[in-house]
């Protein structure tokens, strides 16, 4: 067994689709062509997004397609009080500070440009809680294992919610404190997310922690150049009887990796044999993917 552990973290607002099965597939197979663990997180930190049920619906999803994983599934909404000890550390170091301006009020500015920084705005209203990032590094840098060397300035991506005026938990907290409890050493996820990745390393900084190695994937999308969503109505994969050998086939198509043309009807356990033996970082593909099809 290496040391490498990765994850996948689904948001159960809707059933899987044809774009995150292959993001669900490039992260199974990154991890265990080098023989490393892979998990499962349910991110449900939102529940007016999560109908019930949905969960349940995931895993079975991803079990029809032969991903499966290690140790037991972690739900994000056991989590808060990990997330609450985090966001005082931030608080008592200066690094996060209580706002309570409407996004009507500075979504002229593109990105909310700091007032409550110093002293709040709105003292009367509720407040969110939000990252300063003017009190770090003003820039972050990491390697991404597709995209090469990456360098981005803090400042123009503004200071992110960390707790919404809900009581919510806002992703950029929740998934840097549970990928280090997990000690998850590598993610694979959609480009979409690659301007998260800053946000994300100065938390694990301002934490103790060393931030997982970064692999961005391509997106899929629609014949309409939108990216396949559970927004755009993108469809649930087929899991009836043999429908996930043809859709898996089309994954592996879509992910560069070049299956042969004879696995296309075999069992998933032997598309997804060949596929771990021989996945390819640098067979991705260098742009997003108009997927052939998202059933």
């Given at each position: ?50 109908p019930p049920g949905t969960d349940t619906l995931v895993l079975k ?175 649930a994969l087929d899991t009836r009887r043999d ?53």
């Open positions: 067994m290496s040391g490498y552990v990765g994850r996948f973290a689904p948001t159960p607002s809707g059933p899987l689709h044809f774009g995150s099965l292959t993001t669900a597939l490039a992260s199974w197979l990154d991890a265990r062509a080098v023989d490393g663990q892979w998990h499962v997180r349910i991110e449900d930190i939102d529940p007016p997004r999560c999803q991803l079990e029809a397609f032969g991903l499966v994983w290690d140790g037991p599934v972690t739900w994000q909404h056991d989590h808060g009080e990990r997330y609450e000890a985090f966001l005082n550390t931030l608080v008592e170091s200066g690094h996060a500070y209580p706002c309570g301006c409407s996004r009507k009020e500075w979504q002229a500015y593109g990105v909310y440009p700091g007032w409550c920084r110093h002293t709040p705005r709105h003292p009367e209203r509720s407040s969110a809680w939000r990252l300063d990032v003017t009190s770090g590094p003003s820039t972050i840098c990491w390697n991404d294992r597709r995209l090469g060397k990456q360098q981005w300035p803090l400042e123009p991506l503004g200071d992110v919610v960390l707790k919404r005026r809900d009581g919510l938990w806002a992703y950029q907290l929740a998934v840097v404190i549970d990928d280090a409890e997990q000690g998850i050493t590598d993610v694979v996820r959609g480009v979409d997310l690659l301007d998260n990745t800053p946000w994300q390393h100065l938390l694990h900084d301002l934490a103790g922690y060393t931030p997982p190695r970064m692999l961005h994937l391509p997106l899929m999308l629609t014949p309409e150049g939108q990216k396949l969503s559970k927004q755009n109505l993108a469809p429908a996930p050998r043809s859709i898996l086939h089309q994954a592996l198509m879509a992910l560069g990796q070049k299956p042969p043309e004879e696995l296309m009807d075999a069992p998933v356990v032997d598309q997804l044999a060949h596929a771990r033996a021989h996945w390819r970082i640098s067979r991705l593909p260098g742009c997003n993917v108009t997927a052939r099809s998202t059933t």
